[in-house]
Nanobody, 120 residues
Framework: QVQVVESEGGLVQPGGSLRLSCAAS????????MYWHRQAPGKQRELVAL???????NYGDSVKGRFTISRDNAKNTVILQMNSLKPEDTAVYYC??????????????WGQGTQVTVSS
């Protein structure tokens, strides 16, 4: 079984920065893609950013140029650095990791989510 745990989010003023981290642990053979998604009240969950094993990144249009995703393969962690935050970035942020377990079966694991609130 694979567990995914996000760091705490928080309250930040517009224009501020926040760093989220996420660690995967358990019966992991290898991790392929790592993602951050978010869901704002009354809205559908949306992809924020993803990073592949090779380090290729992709971002949602609303966060391009402001957010940066990175990973540490040795520690099975993924980081989301969020800069120039806007009130519309307020959401629950979810970490999502997929890959193969030690049983050689595919897994797709999600964290519980962490609240990020951007407000003055």
């Amino acid at each position: 079984q694979v567990q995914v745990v996000e760091s705490e989010g928080g309250l930040v003023q517009p224009g501020g920065s926040l760093r989220l981290s996420c660690a995967a642990s358990g019966s992991i053979f290898n991790i392929h893609n790592m993602y951050w998604h978010r869901q704002a009240p009354g809205k559908q969950r949306e992809l924020v950013a993803l990073i592949t094993t090779a380090g290729t990144t992709n971002y949602g249009d609303s966060v391009k140029g402001r957010f940066t995703i990175s990973r540490d393969n040795a520690k099975n962690t993924v980081i989301l650095q969020m800069n120039s935050l806007k009130p519309e970035d307020t959401a629950v942020y979810y970490c999502n990791v997929n890959g193969y377990g030690t049983n050689r079966e595919w897994f797709d694991a999600w964290g519980q989510g962490t609240q990020v609130t951007v407000s003055s």
